[in-house]
């Protein structure tokens, strides 16, 4: 059965976000720093609204409940920022599982790192921020923030294979660059091109082109990392990358 990602993402915003005294809180299951971006402090969250077949967070994201401790926006930024000053790095972000979901959280942790020089990159699916354009509005007011948007495939029925959603969400993160570029922010898609053909591809970059003519050309290709975890989990699902990295 297909999953509804917006209806997933309220579920799982059940289960890994809990409000107190206003705050919003979020599980996470580790800090780490990472030689990503050149060097950059990380917060892995629990939680997605997809189900990537190549996911490498897959156990946290099937096991929420059992997964993680919550922290409030200060408390991460925190851990990230003494990662950051420890290491030299001046990047920081979220990654592990969808940052997007818990907005609250998010968004004042963005306030915070607004408050300093480190850059904040915001990797997401996108479907939040293409299903309602008021995200991107509100993320616009960061200065330090940049959004790398991780698209699925090039096509809706690539999308729906590796996601587990049905093809019609394959738009919603087309759609995210879309409302983030109206609003200003800066962004750049990444493509999961594992699993793609080649006229995929020049299909994924004319609608790309159709929202904003630099999108194209700014397109970062990415490919599924073979940790033996995620070949196990290609097996299960009986997929095969037509090119992948070895870690
Ligand atoms: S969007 Fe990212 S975190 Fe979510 S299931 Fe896919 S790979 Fe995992």
């Known amino acids: 059965m297909q999953i509804n990602p917006l209806k997933l993402s309220e579920e799982?915003?059940?289960?890994?976000?809990?409000?107190?005294?206003?705050?919003?809180?979020?599980?996470?299951?580790?800090?780490?720093?990472?030689?990503?971006?050149?060097?950059?402090?990380?917060?892995?969250?629990?939680?997605?609204?997809?189900?990537c077949v190549f996911c490498w967070g897959h156990l946290t994201r099937d096991n929420p409940r059992e997964h993680g401790k919550f922290y409030t926006p200060l408390q991460v930024f925190s851990q990230i920022t003494k990662i950051a000053?420890?290491?030299?790095?001046n990047k920081t972000r979220v990654s592990g599982g969808e940052p997007t979901i818990s907005r609250d959280h998010l968004l004042q942790l963005l306030e915070?790192?607004?408050?300093?020089?480190?850059?904040?990159?915001?990797?997401?699916?996108?479907?939040?921020?293409?299903?309602?354009k008021t995200y991107a509005q509100q993320l616009s007011k960061y200065d330090n923030l940049y959004v790398r948007v991780s698209?699925?495939?090039?096509?809706?029925e690539?999308?729906?294979?590796?996601?587990?959603?049905?093809?019609?969400?394959?738009?919603?993160?087309?759609?995210?660059?879309?409302n983030l570029l109206d609003a200003g922010v800066a962004c750049h898609s990444a493509v999961m091109l594992s699993f793609s053909t080649k006229e995929s591809m020049v299909k994924l970059?004319?609608?790309?082109?159709?929202?904003?003519?630099?999108?194209?050309?700014?397109?970062?290709?990415?490919y599924v990392i073979l940790y033996p975890h995620v070949?196990?989990?290609?097996?299960?699902?009986?997929?095969?990358?037509?090119?992948?990295?070895e870690p």
Not at 19 to 38: A, N
Not at 85 to 89: H, I, P, S
Not at 117 to 127: A, K, R, S
């Open 12 to 51: 799982i915003r059940g289960i890994v976000c809990k409000t107190i005294d206003d705050i919003e809180l979020r599980k996470y299951f580790r800090f780490r720093g990472g030689r990503w971006y050149g060097g950059v402090a990380t917060a892995d969250c629990v939680g997605c609204c997809l189900k």
């Open 85 to 89: 000053e420890k290491r030299g790095y």
């Open 205 to 222: 970059l004319e609608e790309l082109r159709e929202i904003d003519k630099g999108l194209p050309n700014q397109v970062e290709e990415e």
């Open 112 to 132: 915070l790192v607004d408050q300093t020089n480190y850059m904040f990159i915001l990797e997401t699916n996108g479907i939040l921020i293409g299903a309602d």
């Open 151 to 156: 698209i699925k495939g090039c096509t809706p």
């Open 231 to 245: 070949k196990k989990l290609l097996r299960r699902n009986n997929i095969w990358p037509f090119k992948a990295i």
């Open 158 to 178: 690539e999308f729906s294979k590796l996601t587990g959603a049905s093809p019609e969400d394959f738009s919603l993160q087309l759609k995210s660059l879309e």
